[in-house]
């Protein structure tokens, strides 16, 4: 019998898509862990791999189909002795695609999918070992599920027929469950029509003022609408304090100089972001009742120092995450900066290299600006919004009039997770370390 391919959750608190391309076409014969298609998040734009193996019968959604639902069928494939005239009766994808459930009730064929929500998920496979029912796992799924300690008969499959398959295996070894509570609560408020209701709502007055004003409408593309439901969001219910130091930046400059000259021969060269990044981390496990995160109804304090630094793409921006930060050289911080930056333009991040961490840095300092108040990511506790600025009048400490190279740095708290006291140690810790860059390679 035919199976539906299922558009795939590519993320925690993804609910549609974009196909931006198919790799296969109809005719096409595919073995698990072939790549399908190409599928555009607000983030990023990804590539899903085939679960199952078969022949490609029928595409049902045509690339470029934006706003489709998750685990709405996108294709079906064929069994070994099944034609394509089996798949005639198949229902093309609806241009509002209805919800998952409805979807599975109205078709005959069966589902296959990458990742699906919990409640299209199969009964627990403990149930089914308990019954002495064997346990299908593709074996992708097998290898990691070995790899990484996760008892399989505890997981639910979400592959065709129940299979388990690599992203059951993955979500169950994750250890980020909190933040993706956190960021499902923060999708459904701006997916409720919360955020996007009074825009819509005020479309028709607000034009109305400009009607005899020559104006360009500019439709919003899946990012800027996460964006603008996000730090709504967090303006809103975030309630944020700042605090503001500046560093003579002189003495970490000059370092700089030295150690880029000495990894002349390994092609590094660091930025001074990337001693901010050290900082910052070395400052969360020298302050660590700072390095938390508010989640929901409690806070999560952390041990390992994951570093999240904005990076601004084309249409918005996005936040990589360097994980252990706290415990990596410089030029390895440097290396993977610059390795997630370049792939995050071009909209190649996964969801885990984008989401997480509990600190956040934005840099405007190449825009020429003096200093600014970053806005908070949630569920992070903090973001320390940094400017440098050379040739900067200052008073030396002979008490005499000078010249250098100060970075202003504005550290926005959630004062829920943070208070007055915990954030000032907080930022004097990451100036000390800054005008010091020697000790923090100690």
Known sequence: MPVEILMPALSPTMEEGTLAKWLVKEGDAVASGDLLAEIETDKATMEFEAVDEGIIGKLLVAEGTENVAVNSAIAVLLEEGESSSEVDAAPSAPASPAPAAEAATSSPAKSATLASSPASAPPAAADKAAEGVRIFATPLARKLAAQNNVDLTRLSGSGPRGRIIKADVEAAGSAVSADRTV?????AASTSGAASAPQSANFETISKLYAERAYEEISLDRMRKTIAARLTEA??????????????????????????????????????????????????????????????????????????????????????????????????????????????????????????????????????????????NPPHGAILAMVATPNSPVVTAS?????????????????????????AELLNVIVKNLENPMAMLA
């Not at 960021?183 to 999708?187: D, E, L, V």
């Not at 918005?316 to 930056?341: F, Y």
């Open 183 to 187: 960021a499902s609560m923060a999708s």
């Open 235 to 376: 303006k809103q219910t975030v309630p944020h304090f700042y605090l503001r130091r500046d560093v003579m930046l002189d003495n970490l400059l000059g370092f700089r100089g030295e150690m880029n000259a000495a990894l002349a021969e390994r092609d590094v060269k660091l930025s001074v972001n990337d001693f901010v990044i050290k900082a910052c981390a070395l400052a969360l496990t020298t302050v660590p009742t700072a390095n938390a995160i508010w989640a929901g109804d409690r806070i999560l304090q952390f041990t390992p120092a994951d570093i999240a630094v904005a990076v601004a793409i084309d249409g918005g921006l996005i936040t990589p995450v360097l994980k252990d930060a706290d415990q990596k050289s410089l030029s390895v911080l440097s290396t993977e900066m610059k390795d997630l930056a370049t792939r995050a333009k071009g909209r190649k991040l996964a969801p885990d290299e984008y989401q997480g961490g509990s600190f956040a840095i934005s840099n405007l300092g190449m825009f020429g600006i003096d200093n600014f108040d970053a806005v908070i």
């Open 399 to 423: 008490g005499e009039l000078g010249v250098a190279t100060v970075m202003s740095l504005t550290l926005s708290v959630d004062h829920r997770v943070i208070d007055g006291a915990l954030g």
